[in-house]
């Protein structure tokens, strides 16, 4: 099935029957393609990584996959 799109969060189902499990992707821009972006892009991905896996996956048990990352779309 194709994601659902709300803004920047992307919501897309499991596409096996009867299997409850799905993934949100959750995209925020920084501004317009530069190497200052790019760098601040990264940074801020260091510093909530940790904190954003032990949230989600630790304190809230939503998901056994848990990821923050810095990505270049384009």
């Keep these: 099935s194709n994601p659902t799109s ?3 969060i992307y919501k897309m189902n499991n596409f096996i029957k009867d299997d409850s499990n799905s993934a949100i992707l959750y995209l925020f821009k920084i501004g317009d393609f530069s190497h ?3 760098l ?3 940074i801020l991905a260091k ?4 904190k ?3 949230y989600i996956r630790t ?3 939503l998901g056994y996959i848990a990821k923050c990352n810095d990505i270049e779309l384009g």
């Design 6 to 8: 709300y803004n920047n």
């Design 36 to 38: 200052t972006n790019i």
């Design 40 to 42: 601040i892009s990264k």
């Design 47 to 50: 510093m909530i990584k940790e």
């Design 52 to 54: 954003f896996f032990t």
């Design 59 to 61: 304190e809230k048990e």
